[in-house]
């Protein structure tokens, strides 16, 4: 059935290979994330005022057609209705907004809706947001949130929230493949350096291999230091049709290709805990539409919510074997002076994990990176890119492809 | 002819060593605890139409919903608890013949409603579960005299039976597993408390409302699922459509085996990592396991682990699967699964 699925989408992909390029990203604004006073709708006002300055020639708020808001509503507070919030906090009060809500993935979706609209021609420039406030209700109201986007039937009523999903994922990783314990710290331990030399992460201090294995647990094989923390946060990219971009900006960061998928939402449901079909179908489409080799990839944003989704990701996306994910990152390969850079802004696990604005901040590192404006993080020889966003433990995942040029 | 197979979760007033906390109709939802009552719910398929008997004054909500532990069929009969309820109970068993019936007789504490604090249980509070069943061997179907309360009915039943199947007095399981057995020393008073606030709490966020509760009852208590007579699928939980070719007409009801499961993945939630409605279970009882468990080949059910030390449950390892509480939410307690290590020596069950 999938595959059948698969060549349809493959034949709508290959009528569509003409477009090289499908959007273009000419502004972008991130707020700090952390612990921040600011309530969601100055971290949104703020991250599309940052876009708008960004913007080389720069871009006028009428100009824009169309906007996607990226929100959980984490908290309960505005659960509905937030997209006329974006509209009257950054002046586009009028234009059609959606709120897309895809869990850890909005931003992701939001991404790809905002290049669908593109696409139909309506729309000259798209405004996209990611925004979550996470850290202005109770310690027990968040713990009950932080579990709303599992399976509530069965994982939830069994007493698992995502630290514990992610938990049992690492733990049949672990009984598939051997113990990988090391291979997780390193991923946190990687993460946490790239975050130490980013402006704008949560955690902005390395932690070593050591510390990492020895924090308390959380999740048994997780411990603290293998989980993003909650965060506020906001982040905005202003989008364009590829054939005007230059009318913004000379150097514009193209979105060459993007896939997405879903699975079950209960982990037993599915055939494998070890490998997300929603990534590898999200992928899959991506590189199709795009017309690109894995090879082509310099460096890549993942969803590495817990250590372990870094290693399923390098999997899911083709840059490594089933188990392979452990020792490619023992190598060393994906840090950021290797041969395949991962998570160079810290990641969901240092930079911070406000939920909607996870998938578009990925974008905006992307954005700064392949125009070479990075700074101290910068990659070397950053030409083209990928971003990859998961919802939930792996129910839904986006994934988009970049490139400069 | 009818035998007594065991009388289950028989709380006796005032008991001692620490067992019992509060006596309320959910006590009495131990079904499954031992392998005495494993057997008889096995033996009760799907499709066999089963007559619960309740005895003594109920709130109309509470059907305690064993119609969806002991199949779609299930028909409950009331018999309003005026003394001659048990009387019509078995003039009723007499008329309907040979099919599995269960009898479920109790002394109630006046219901929590939802918001409410559940009222303090009254002294001799009583709840006690009778199943019956066929038998080519019978025990002469003996209850004594045909009134009285229920708990002097449960103790005549229990003397009566006493040599049938390791009845105790003090066999309890059910607040959050604070078996005996366990070894583990029991706070009656934090156990106590933490029930009150969680049945007490307006739920915030992720929950299970009651309607969805009930809705999957058969799946998450009996394991019930589809089979696909067409592709051979087995759909769990059942959606009443296979969920490999799509098909309606060609479903046969199972039950997948509720023992020697094999444990595919596990993790220990540390402190903090529960979710909050689990926040009073890890007070009173620590840390838990959660367990993923093959059923059948590519079934795969989600499992709380009880009855074990955090960290003694294996990939790899067997493990049985007991009816137990889960938590308190909006003044009703939520039952489901667990799992159990299995005994040394188990071999996996294969069969579906």
Known sequence: MLRGFNDSVDKTVREAEALAHRAAIVGAGHTRFGVLEAGPRALVRTAVDAAFRSVDRGADRKDVSEAFLATLGFGGSQIGNSAAVLAEETGVVGVPVTRVENACASGGFALRSAVGALASGASPLVLVVGVEKMTDVSNARRRYWLGVSGDTEWERLAGLTFAGVYGLIASRYFAEHGDASEALAEVAAKNHENGALNPNAHFQKKVSRAEVRAAPRVAD??????????????????????????????????????????DFLAVQERASLTRFRATQRAAHEAFRSAGWHRSDVSFLEVHDCFTIAELLALEDLGFAGPGEGAALTLSGETRRGGRLPVNPDGGLKAKGHPIGATGVSQAYEIFLQLRGEAGARQVAHAGHALAHNVGGAGATAAVSLFSVG | MRSVVRVAAYLPAGSSGGVRVAASDEDAFTLGATAAERAWVDRVRVSDPVVVHLLGDYPSTADWGFPALLGRGAEVVRHPGDGGELARALRSLEETGEGPALVVAAELPERATNRERPAPSPPGAAAVAYFLETSDQPRPFRLGPASGSPSAVALALRRENSDDGGLRSDTYVGDWDLAPAAGRPVDLELVRRGAERNLSAVSEGAYVPRPRYLENLPSRWRFAADECDACHEVTFPARGVCRRCRRRDALTAILLPRDGGRVVAVTTIGKGGQPTEFDAQVEVSGPYQVALVDLAEGVRVTLQVTDAAAGEVRVGDAVHTLLRRLYPMEGEWRYGRKAVPAPPGTTERRER
Do not use: H, M, Q, W
Request: glycine share 12%.
């Open chain 1, 221 to 262: 094989p997780l411990g603290l230091y293998d989980c993003c923390p909650v965060s506020d946060g906001a982040c905005a990219l202003l989008l364009s049709a590829p054939e005007v971009a230059r009318k913004f900006t000379d150097t514009p960061v193209y979105i060459d290709g993007t896939g997405a998928g879903t």
